[in-house]
């Protein structure tokens, strides 16, 4: 097999959930995190595979050789890397269990968002699973520290956690 064939045939190769060895946990998913995972897997796969696919389809066009220079091999690795995150957001979404707010009414929990005051500084988190957790962006695991020790709680109780620079203590101000 020469090296357009096999260029074409990991192009056209695509992982799916069941090619997986292991069947994988329940993932833990807030309606909310669900549709970004399903919106970023819809990009992946309108926008950005193909922009790469073309990209590569190019290089070997222009090129006698494409393996010559780096861009060849840099779009096979970016193309690989968007394969990898396709068969991660497949999984997640495919094994994905939405969590809807079953408890009582101003408890944290799952999906909650939660105002911390602690000292004058007050901060605003979401409770999500750790599938879509992302700490820049306010979304908090209820498997990190932080997030176990505010899950059944209320407003007004003070929460304390362990973290690697010490103990750490907030009050919930407010849950949504």
């Not at 304390?160 to 009050?171: F, L, M, T």
């Amino acid at each position: 097999m020469d090296i357009e064939e096999q260029t074409i045939e990991a192009i056209e190769f695509k992982l799916r959930p069941s090619d997986a060895l292991q069947v994988p946990p329940t993932v833990r998913l807030t309606r909310e995190g669900l549709r970004r995972m399903e919106q970023e897997l819809q990009t992946l796969e309108q926008e950005s595979m193909p922009a790469v696919v073309e990209r590569i389809r190019a290089i070997r066009e222009m090129s006698a050789d494409p393996l010559e220079g780096g861009d060849y091999a840099q779009a096979m690795e970016e193309l690989a890397q968007l394969r990898a995150r396709e068969a991660v957001l497949r999984t997640m979404i495919g094994s994905g269990e939405i969590v809807e707010d079953h408890g009582p009414a101003g408890v944290v929990q799952l999906g909650s968002k939660v105002t911390l005051a602690e000292h004058h500084h007050k901060e605003t988190f979401t409770i999500v699973g750790s599938a879509e957790a992302d700490a820049l962006k306010g979304r908090l695991s209820e498997d990190s520290p932080l997030g176990r020790s505010l899950l059944r709680h209320h407003a007004g109780d003070t929460v304390q956690w362990d973290s690697p620079a010490g103990v750490y203590r907030a009050r919930i101000v407010r849950i949504a």
